[in-house]
């Protein structure tokens, strides 16, 4: 079982107190031999013209190695997982789940600024404190 972020516990409650259900925990994306494993799939039922939607979402906490270094495995990880999304569940749309703190680090610097929006990123913020989500950045 992979290791998850020391913030999982905290961004499956704050999807939760947004409306979400967790239909997977974790989520596994599989393609011939290779088996990626992302943090959580959810699926929330919006207005009637938009009906289900449905998530993947990957939380990174950017705290066990330099900021670059994790930047560059989080990135790496969700172009490999959108990939696989493209084959096997299209319409799940994806999303990095970082703090508060670790968003507004990323928006003060350029080069992360630049790079979120070229690899076009969803991201999803959350508040440590509150355990709530705090912004949907698509």
Partial sequence: MPRKDKD???VREA????GWNITHDPYRLE???VELVADLGAEKLMAAERGLE???VEIKTFGRMS????????VGQFRNY???LRKTDAERALFLAI???T???FMSEEFYRMAIEEDEISVIVYSKSSTTVVKWEK
């Fill in 15 to 18: 999807l939760e107190k947004d």
């Fill in 67 to 74: 900021v670059i270094s994790a930047f560059h495995e989080a």
């Fill in 8 to 10: 999982h516990d905290i």
């Fill in 99 to 101: 703090s508060e703190e």
């Fill in 31 to 33: 393609m011939g031999n």
């Fill in 82 to 84: 959108r990939r696989l």
């Fill in 54 to 56: 449905k998530i993947l």
């Fill in 103 to 105: 968003f507004n680090f």
